[in-house]
Nanobody, 124 residues
């Protein structure tokens, strides 16, 4: 059974940092493009970052570029999202997703498997 499990969400003050993890079971993540998405209350799910399978290229939405970093640890079958200089507008449920197709973007329809999400709250 293919499964993605996110962890690392927490309540953090503005300016703080968090590391989110996306661990896979039932398949190896290095065979997939991986994306991180978030959904704030009352808003649509939006893509935050993605990493391609073929060349490891990384992409970020403008609002997080320079603050967030996506990375893979193939030995641990885990993808990370390091988030720095967090802002209240970063609050939401964060999801990781895996795509069988490579060269994906930030469209949720491009991804085939999803985790259950982890809550990130940025507030003082």
């Amino acid at each position: 059974q293919l499964q993605l499990v996110e962890s690392g969400g927490a309540l953090v003050q503005p300016g703080g940092s968090l590391r989110l993890s996306c661990a896979a079971s039932g398949f190896t993540l290095d065979g997939y493009a991986i994306g991180w998405f978030r959904q704030a209350p009352g808003k649509e799910r939006e893509g935050v970052s993605c990493i391609w399978r073929s060349d490891g290229n990384k992409y970020y939405v403008d609002s997080v570029n320079g603050r967030f970093t996506i990375s893979r640890d193939n030995a641990k079958n885990t993808v990370y999202l390091d988030m720095n200089i967090l802002k209240p507008e970063d609050t939401g449920v964060y999801y990781c997703a895996a795509a069988e197709k490579d060269l994906v973007g930030f469209g949720p329809y491009e991804y085939d498997y999803w985790g259950q999400g982890t809550q990130v709250t940025v507030s003082s």
